[in-house]
Structures are given as C-alpha cells and as structure tokens.
C-alpha cells in the first residue's frame, strides 16, 4: 500500500477483555516497530521486528503484551486482560532498516479506550 | 535512556525563529526529529549523523554535537505549517528502535 495502515482506528474495551490490533506496513519494509503513545506523552518503543531475526521485545511492559509478525508483512499486537492504564494510542511504523539509520513511516495509529 | 527535550512548550508569531534542544546522557551516533500534528501520524524531518552528515527536511535545518550528545533543531522563518509537537529520537541499546522524547509543543499564531 501507499502507508502503514492500521485497524482499527478506534477501539473501546472493557476492562479484562483481550484486545488485537493490526498493522499493515508499507510493502517491501523489513522493519517494523510498535509504539504506545499515551495522552500527551512522547512514543514509548514496545517491540521490533527485522526481517526474521528475533524481535527486540524489551520495551514491553508486561506480559499481557505481545507482537506477532508473519515474514515481512502484517503485525498483529495483542493485549491481553486489558487494564485502564492500556488506554492510549498505539502506533506502528515501519522502515526499509533500522530506525536507527533511517527514516520510519507511522500508521495513523489505533486509540484504545479501556473503560 | 529517555533523551530530554527543552523547552517544553513554545509560541511563536509567524516569522520568527525557534530552536528546540535534545540531549543525551549516553553517547549518540545519529539523532532523528520527527513533527506530529494534532491527531495525526508522527512524520520524519530529519536524521543527523555523526560525521556531520545530514539527510531530510530542506527547510528546516538542525545541529548535533556528539561530544556533548546534544541536537538542536533551528526552525527559522516559522510558519503557520510548522505548528505541531517535535519528538527527538536516540538509538535504542539495540540500535535498531529509536527511543524519544516526550516532546516540544510549538505553536504559531498569525
């Protein structure tokens, strides 16, 4: 596609309920990050995925969060017994290499609401 | 490992000059600027690397120091375009992730 895409862009849960969410990066990126943007706060790195190395999962904040990545295409971040402090807008980005060296392109991003 | 950005917060009337500072307590081979509209996707501006090589944005310029780890980003001549919340970014310890920080709100009035 033409961007990262993300579903869906708004999702209301109760609290304890499992949450999946969808990324879709742009065709041909082998890096693909996941970040938690909480409500006037900076991006917090939550996982990375490069081609099919391990992924760096050390900015997970809990075990109730996990990433999955098939190859080099669609990811899916899920949350599990969602709590109030997982309210916030989750972002992906993806990049032809590391975001260390060169520029990433973010989804719009999915708002999670945890009531 | 959170690099810090000042100042918090910045208004400024269109066409006058802004400098936003990002510093690091660890040392640095690159710096990224990324500028995030309200409500919208954070979208790249530039990357600095050491060596002094530069790849981005053609009109707004940035300075990275690496012997004091610190970046700054020059925004001069503002527009009303510019308006948005700046985000450095410092290589993770993997290298691979980027780790930002909390942000410089800028706001330009007419």
């Known amino acids: 596609g033409a961007g990262v895409s993300q579903s869906p862009s708004n999702k209301v849960t109760e609290k304890g309920k499992d949450v999946e969410l969808r990324c879709d990066p742009i065709s041909g990126h082998t890096a693909l990050y996941w970040y938690r943007q909480r409500l006037g706060q900076g991006l917090e790195f939550l996982i990375y995925f490069q081609g099919n190395s391990a992924p760096d999962k050390s900015g997970l904040p809990s075990d109730r969060f996990s990433a999955e990545r098939t190859g080099e295409s669609v990811s899916t971040l899920t949350i599990q017994r969602t709590q109030q402090e997982d309210s916030a807008v989750y972002l992906c980005a993806s990049s032809l290499g590391g975001q260390g060296f060169t520029e990433a392109f973010f989804g719009q991003g999915t708002r999670l609401t945890v009531v | 490992q959170q690099p810090v950005q000042s100042p918090q917060a910045v208004i400024l009337r269109e066409g006058e000059d802004a400098v936003i500072n990002c510093s690091s307590s660890?040392?640095?081979?690159?710096v990224h600027w990324y500028r995030q509209k309200h409500g919208e996707a954070p979208v790249f501006l530039m990357i600095?690397?050491?060596?002094?090589e530069q790849k981005g944005h053609d009109k707004i310029s940035a300075s990275f120091n690496e012997k004091k780890q610190q970046s700054s980003l020059y925004l001069t001549a503002s527009q009303l375009s510019y308006s948005g919340t700046y985000f450095c970014?410092?290589?993770?310890?993997?290298?691979?992730?980027?780790?930002f920080g909390k942000g410089t709100s800028l706001l330009v009035t007419p």
């Open positions: 660890k040392a640095l081979y690159s």
């Open positions: 970014g410092t290589p993770s310890g993997s290298g691979y992730a980027l780790n």
């Open positions: 600095l690397l050491k060596g002094g």
